[in-house]
């Protein structure tokens, strides 16, 4: 795995953003050709391409959870409106190509998430337990309505073998652009403000911060991208069925991707999306009995010891190897 | 001529109290109007409905003649009003040169330059250009005093409201921020309203003195004639029954 070793060195905090952006596109690039020059096979091809829109969900959930600090349990709801409209769109007569569906489906996730309004008058877990609401209301309706999600056994799409190979590039391009959003917003004067208003929403807005225009717009942009991943998921696995896109551990994933790499952080996701596939893949195939508890277990330790997760220990690891290679030099002095 | 800051019959009721009763105030252009009183006299209560943070429950707060009461607090920045917090709520999250920046981004239409260079310019006036990278939290308590007034300093205000900010610090620092209150109005040529209850601090630094007492104001007028008042030596120190 040298491409995610590489987007790891073109994140860290140290380098020039020349070095790292160049280090970004020679990964993307990389990315691009390696089903071609690895000779991918299907399986392999279906865990990075899963890989990228994870990534993706990930850090468009930390935009909310881990820049504001308001945490979702409802991203779920997003993910299951941008991937059924998407659907719908590709099932109509004439059906939309494609990545017009996803865009679309993207909006209405977009759209839906403006609907979450009121609860961002709620902070901290007042907000989190409203957000699981508004994820499990979104889970019944769209169980329910049968006619546009075809209730509990789900729509087949018109995906072909072409299109689900360069689905693999629309994933690499989606989780691109949405790790350079992250890496911009954050930089940017709306994400230092998204910091300020995550430190103390009222001292925010005593000094002209908008706290609830930037938390809406946010909230909608985070939804719209994790709506659009929908859209690429259920297209990839050309299916799609309600307890899936909407069910709890959906929302739950998301929050641990972010948990488990760093929250609040651009790397962290990235990182977090990545270990959590490949375990999920591993754990599911090994010890499915074990799949859910080792993942509360993991929770509790990262929570407990390292609360910015793999990013905070690889910080950690930097730092006492900095300090090895600093004594033998000072002691012989 | 118009005052830049005034309020007129401005008030706050919580249930039965009246935290602010009735309060007529007047800033005028470039200068230092100092509000004392004992504690629980409203003066904080003052300030957030002033800044937005509270809404009035009657009464009207105006800035160079418009109305700005009821506008939330964002807003009122955004018009040149700013306040400080009596106890300091930095950002924890983001270094010194950040939290001002975080001001400085809504300061941006009164003044020129990009926000971050104009935070630099600010928290060297204050003096803290040496720890600008650091968290606030390695900062003493005066050092996170600087910090608050520069955040609110970076807005770019017209009239800037400081919550106690010399009181709890040691007597040196306090002559220093005492200065720097002094040279943000003549340099930098923004009006100031101050709560204080380090009176040397306010008798000499401010113009005019409010006495607020149970949300009244009780007297007005210069330092000297505001401390021969009989009304605020009762409120301060009680009633001779002698």
Redesign the interface.
């Known amino acids: 795995m040298t491409g995610p070793a590489a987007r790891k060195a073109g994140r860290w905090p140290e380098l020039l953003p020349l070095r790292g952006t160049l280090a970004f596109v020679l990964v993307v690039a990389l990315l691009a050709v390696a089903p071609a020059v690895l000779d991918f096979g299907v399986y392999t091809r279906n865990i990075v391409t899963l890989a990228f829109l994870m990534i993706s969900g990930a850090l468009a959930w930390n935009w909310m959870g881990g820049f504001v600090g308001q945490v979702s349990f409802g991203h779920a709801a997003m993910f299951g409106v941008g991937g059924f409209v998407a659907a719908r769109l590709m099932l109509s007569d004439p059906p939309a190509p494609p990545p017009i569906a996803w865009l679309i489906g993207g909006l209405a996730a977009g759209l839906f998430s403006f609907g979450a309004h009121p609860m961002l008058r709620l902070r901290g877990p007042y907000f989190s337990i409203a957000t699981i609401g508004l994820g499990e209301a979104a889970r019944l309706i769209f169980t329910y309505w049968e006619g546009f999600t075809g209730g509990a056994s789900g729509l087949s799409l018109p995906i072909d073998v072409h299109m689900k190979r360069r689905l693999y590039l629309w994933s690499l391009g989606l989780a691109a652009a949405v790790v350079a959003a992250s890496f911009l917003i954050r930089r940017s ?1 709306i994400g ?2 998204l ?2 208003i ?3 929403v ?10 609830t225009l930037h938390q809406d717009v946010i909230f909608a942009l985070s939804g719209a991208v994790v709506g659009v991943t929908g859209g690429l998921y259920a297209s990839y696995f050309s299916f799609i069925e309600p307890g899936d896109m909407f069910g709890f551990d959906r929302s739950i994933a998301f929050v641990l991707m972010a948990v488990i790499g760093g929250v609040g952080t651009v790397l962290g996701p990235v990182l977090g999306a990545l270990v959590f596939v490949l375990l999920r893949q591993f754990l599911l195939a090994s010890y499915p009995q074990l799949y859910l508890g080792l993942y509360g277990i993991l929770l509790v330790l990262i929570i407990l010891f390292e609360p910015l997760g793999l990013t905070g220990l690889s910080l950690r690891l930097l730092r006492w190897l900095r300090r090895r290679r600093a004594e033998p030099r000072a002691s012989p002095a | 001529m118009a005052a830049l800051l005034a309020t007129r019959a401005l008030s706050r009721h919580f249930g039965g109290l009246r935290a602010v009763d009735g309060v007529d105030l007047e800033l005028g252009e470039g200068e230092i109007l100092g509000v004392i009183g004992p504690n629980g006299a409203g003066k904080t209560t003052l300030f957030s409905l002033i800044a937005g943070s509270l809404r009035p429950t009657s009464g009207e707060v105006f800035l160079s003649g418009w109305p700005i009461s009821g506008r939330p607090a964002h807003r009122v920045v955004r018009a040149g009003v700013v306040r400080t917090h009596q106890i300091v709520r930095p950002f924890p999250n983001l270094t010194v040169a950040e939290n001002v920046t975080v001001g400085a981004i809504h300061g941006s239409p009164r003044a020129p330059g990009s926000p971050r260079e104009r935070a630099a310019e600010i928290v060297s006036f204050v003096g803290l250009s040496e720890r600008a990278g650091e968290l606030p939290g390695t900062l003493t308590l005066a050092g996170r005093k600087r910090l608050e007034l520069a955040r609110a300093l970076a807005t770019a205000p017209r009239v800037l409201m400081l919550d106690e900010v010399v009181a709890g610090v040691n007597p040196s620092e306090a002559m220093t921020l005492a200065g720097l209150i002094r040279r943000i109005r003549d340099e930098r040529g923004v009006s100031i309203v101050m709560i204080e209850h380090v009176m040397p601090a306010v008798m000499s630094l401010s113009d005019r003195v409010v006495v607020l007492d149970h949300g009244k104001k009780i007297a007005e007028g210069t330092p000297a004639e505001v401390s021969r008042e009989p009304a605020v030596i009762e409120a301060y120190l009680g009633k001779d029954h002698g």
């Open positions: 004067r230092i403000q910091l300020a995550k430190a103390d009222d001292a925010a807005a005593d000094v002209g911060v908008n706290a």
